[in-house]
C-alpha cells in the first residue's frame, strides 16, 4: 500500500497524483517531445526535397531521413507520449498507486536506449531501409536490436498500466462500476499495442537473426504481411489514445459527458476487434493472401471499424454540443459552437483534430481500404498523405492540445507565450491539412510514394508527370513550412514553459479556462424539433455527404483506368 506522503492533490483539479507515476509521466512526454522536435526538423527537409523547385536533399541523405523521420515521429514520439497517457489514465484518474515503479522505469530505459539505438544506427549509414525496412533489403543489426529493445519497453509500459487497473479495482480507489470513459478508451490502444508490439517482435527477431547470420533466408512476403501487422496497428494505438484524448478535453473544458457511455464503449470494442485489421491494404496487391481474406478485411470487417470512428466523431462534439446548450448556448444551430472557446488551444487543437481526422483522414482511409479502389493509389503520395492526415492531424494534434491542459496540472508551471499558444494549434492544423490535401491530390495523379526525383534526372529513361502534379508538390512544400512553423510554435511554447515557465502559486487559478466542473444534461430542454443535438446531426449530415461525392468520384476516377471495347 502506499503512503498519503506519496501522492499529491492538484489545487485546481482535485486530480490525485502518486508521485513514482508523475515523475514517469514528466520523463515520456519529455522524451516524446524530444523526438518530435527530431522529426519535425527532418519532416521540413523532406518536404523542401519533394517540392520539384527546391529539392533540398541528394538521394542518400533522402532516403536516410526518410527512415529516421518515419521511425522517430510515427513510432518514438507518439509511443512515448501514449505511455505517459497510460500513466496518467491509471494511477492519476483512478486516484492510485502505480503499479510496480521499478518496472516503469525499466521500461523507460529500454524505450530510451533503443530509440537512441536505432537512431545511431541511421545516422551512421547502411540502415536507410525506411520505416518499413522491407526485406531482402538490411539494415545494421543494432537498427533492429533498437527497435527490438523500445518494443519491450513499451511493452513493459503497457503491463505497468494493466497492473495499475488491477490495483485500482483491488482498491476500490475510484469507486463502484466501470472504468472512466477516457480510461477505457486507453485500455483499448493498450490493448491494441500489446498486439502491435507482439507482431513487431515476431517479425523484427528472426530479422535481426537473419541479418548476424543465424537464419539464412527470410522470406519477403511472410515478413510484409507479419510487419504490417506491427506497422499499421501502430496507428491503430494511436487512434484509441487521441479519441481518449478527445473525451478527455471535452470533459475538462466543458464539463462534457458523452450521450450515451455504453454506446462509445461499444465503439472502443470494435476497435479492439476490427480496427487493426485495416493493415490489408498494404498488401492487396501481394501475392500469396487469398482474395477472400482481402475482400472480408475490405469490406465487412473494415465497415465496423469505420462505424466506431463515427460513433466517436458524433458522440464526442455531440457532448459538447449537449453541454454548451445546457449552459445557455441554445440559439440555432450552432451558437454552441460559435461561443466555444476557440482561443483556447487545449479546445481549439482537439476540435481541429477531430475535424481533420474525419473529413481527411477517415474518408480516404475508407477509400485506400477498399479493395479495388486501393490499386489506383496503392503506393503512390496518396498513401503517406493519408496517414500524416491521420497521425500528425489527428494524432499530434489532439496530443498538443492535452500538452496544454498537462502544463499547469503536471508540471506545475504557467504556460509561457499564451499569444503564441492560441494560434500554435490552428498554425499547425492547417499547415498539416494542406500537406496531406495537396500530397493526397499528387498521389491521385500517379506521384510514386518512395520517389526520390520525380522528374527523373540522369536516367535512361524518363517519365513527364502531369504539370498539375507538380504545382500541388509546390503548394505542399508551402503547407510543409507552414505545418513546421505551427510546430516549432508548439515546441517553444511546450518546452518555454516546462523548464522556464513561472511556478504555479496554488492559491492562483489557471490563467485559461481549463477546467469545468461535470454538468448532467437534461437532453428533454435543449435543442429543438425534438433533437438535443441539432448542430452535431447537420455537422454528421454534412460529413456523410463528403465521404458519398468522395466515394463515387474514386469509383468514376477507377472506372476510367481501363477502356473497354
Given at each position: ?45 523532406l ?109 513493459i ?17 475510484y ?9 477505457f ?8 499495442a ?27 512476403l ?88 463515427m ?19 441554445n ?105 496531406s ?27 513527364d ?26 515546441i ?53 455527404t ?20
Open positions: 500500500m502506499a503512503t498519503t506522503a506519496e501522492f499529491r492533490t492538484c489545487p485546481d483539479t482535485g486530480l490525485v497524483f502518486h508521485k513514482p507515476a508523475e515523475t514517469l509521466m514528466k520523463l515520456n512526454a519529455v522524451a516524446g517531445i524530444v523526438f518530435l522536435l527530431v522529426g519535425g526538423v527532418l519532416g521540413l527537409m518536404g523542401l526535397t519533394r517540392w520539384p523547385a527546391v529539392h533540398l536533399l541528394p538521394a542518400d541523405w533522402f532516403y536516410l531521413l526518410l527512415t529516421a523521420h518515419g521511425l522517430g515521429v510515427l513510432v518514438f514520439w507518439i509511443i512515448f507520449f501514449e505511455i505517459a497517457v497510460l500513466y496518467f489514465t491509471s494511477s492519476t484518474l483512478l486516484k492510485c498507486r502505480l503499479a510496480t515503479p521499478r518496472w516503469a522505469w525499466l521500461g523507460f530505459i529500454l524505450m530510451l536506449i533503443g530509440s537512441i539505438t536505432t537512431n545511431v544506427a541511421i545516422f551512421q549509414g547502411g540502415s536507410s531501409v525506411m520505416m518499413t525496412s522491407y526485406v531482402p533489403m538490411s539494415a545494421e543489426p543494432h537498427f533492429y536490436l533498437g527497435l527490438i529493445l523500445f518494443a519491450v519497453g513499451a511493452l509500459g503497457c503491463f505497468v498500466f494493466l497492473g495499475t487497473l488491477v490495483i485500482a479495482r483491488a482498491e476500490r480507489t469507486g463502484e462500476g466501470s472504468l472512466p470513459l477516457v480510461t478508451g486507453a485500455l483499448t490502444a493498450c490493448i491494441i500489446i498486439f502491435t508490439i507482439a507482431s513487431g517482435a515476431i517479425v523484427l527477431i528472426p530479422t535481426l537473426l537473419w541479418k548476424i547470420g543465424y537464419i539464412s533466408y527470410m522470406d519477403p511472410v515478413y510484409r504481411v507479419i510487419w504490417w501487422a506491427f506497422g499499421h496497428s501502430s496507428q491503430q494505438i494511436n487512434v484509441a489514445a487521441h479519441i481518449a484524448v478527445w473525451y478527455a478535453i471535452a470533459g475538462v473544458v466543458f464539463g462534457a459527458k458523452p450521450l450515451s457511455e455504453k454506446v462509445s464503449r461499444m465503439a472502443f470494442l470494435l476497435y479492439i476487434l476490427f480496427l487493426q485489421l485495416a493493415s490489408a491494404h498494404h498488401i492487396l496487391v501481394d501475392p500469396g493472401i487469398s482474395s477472400e481474406w482481402k475482400i472480408f478485411n475490405t469490406s465487412y470487417a473494415m465497415y465496423l471499424a469505420v462505424m466506431a470512428s460513433i466517436h466523431g458524433l458522440t464526442v462534439p455531440g457532448a459538447i454540443e449537449a453541454a454548451q446548450r445546457h449552459k445557455g448556448f440559439k440555432g444551430l450552432f451558437e454552441w459552437l460559435r461561443k466555444a472557446p476557440w482561443g483556447n488551444p487545449s479546445f481549439s487543437g482537439m476540435f481541429l483534430s477531430l475535424i481533420i481526422f474525419g473529413f481527411l483522414g477517415g474518408i480516404s482511409g475508407v477509400v485506400m481500404g477498399t479493395e479495388q479502389i486501393n490499386l489506383i493509389i496503392h503506393n503512390t503520395l496518396y498513401v503517406p498523405g493519408h496517414f500524416h492526415a491521420t497521425v500528425v492531424g489527428g494524432t499530434t494534434l489532439a496530443f498538443m492540445a492535452l500538452t496544454y491542459w498537462l502544463i499547469p496540472v503536471l508540471f506545475r508551471r504557467e504556460v509561457m507565450f499564451p499569444g503564441l499558444a492560441k494560434w500554435q494549434p490552428y498554425l499547425f492544423g492547417i499547415g498539416m491539412s494542406g500537406f490535401l495537396f500530397m493526397m491530390g499528387a498521389g491521385t495523379l500517379g506521384i510514386p510514394r518512395r520517389h526520390w526525383d520525380i522528374s527523373f534526372s540522369g536516367a535512361l529513361f524518363s517519365h508527370f502531369p504539370a498539375t502534379a507538380q504545382l500541388l508538390l509546390g503548394v505542399m512544400g508551402i503547407s510543409t513550412i507552414l505545418a513546421v512553423i505551427g510546430g516549432a510554435a508548439f517553444i511554447v511546450a518546452v518555454g514553459s516546462v523548464f522556464f515557465g513561472k511556478r504555479k502559486d496554488p492559491a492562483v487559478k489557471f490563467s485559461m479556462p481549463l477546467i469545468a466542473p461535470s454538468v448532467t444534461v437534461d437532453h428533454a430542454r435543449i435543442g429543438f424539433a425534438g433533437v438535443a443535438v441539432p448542430g452535431t446531426l447537420v455537422l454528421a449530415l454534412v460529413f456523410l463528403a465521404f458519398v461525392l468522395y466515394y463515387f468520384v474514386n469509383w468514376k476516377y477507377l472506372s476510367s483506368v481501363w477502356g473497354l471495347s
